[in-house]
């Protein structure tokens, strides 16, 4: 069993609050806008983290995170990418990656707006997380904590850090 958390669009900051449910996983997932090279470092030294840049990430970021990233854990194929759309709405580079790749979930950040929903057309868990950041035009900072096992998803929590 693992117990991941799922970030993104962070834009270079993340307080001690998101940090200490950070450290109570496994594996952290970021979908991108990380927005500073150091937060990358920081969290490489807390916890294991898969990432994916995102539009805002500079070329320091880019060298270290691909666009997209495709993994398995715990026999749940993930992909990860920033900017993907949403269930009907997805950008046409994400909707050959669905068809191509099928993973059992699909991540993306990039809109600052909490999606998880079930796609009933690619068969796929869709989980934006929001966004954990300062900077945009959300109101709330939010991450999402789960626990996969053995090819089972559970628990599934928001945690909402109030106002930006």
Not at 108 to 134: E, M, Q, R, Y
Request: proline content about 2%; overall charge positive; glycine content about 8%.
């Amino acid at each position: 069993m693992k117990k991941i958390a799922i970030i993104s669009d962070t834009h270079g900051n993340i307080d001690d609050n998101a940090i200490n449910h950070i450290k109570k996983c496994d594996e952290l997932w970021h979908a991108g806008d990380i927005g500073n090279i150091k937060i990358l470092e920081y969290l490489q030294t807390i916890i294991n983290i898969k990432a994916v840049y995102g539009n805002i990430d500079g070329a320091e970021i880019r060298k270290i995170c691909p666009e997209n990233l495709f993994f398995e854990c715990e026999g749940i194929t993930v992909l990860m990418t920033h900017i993907g759309g949403r269930p009907g709405k997805y950008n046409k580079r994400v909707q050959n990656l669905l068809v191509t790749k099928r993973p059992n979930i699909f991540i993306c950040g990039h809109s600052h707006i909490l999606i998880v929903k079930k796609d009933k057309i690619f068969n796929t868990l869709h989980i934006n997380p929001g966004a954990l950041g300062k900077e945009g035009f959300h109101k709330f900072r939010t991450m999402i904590l789960l626990e996969i096992d053995n090819k089972k998803i559970t628990n599934l929590n928001v945690v909402d850090f109030g106002k930006r």
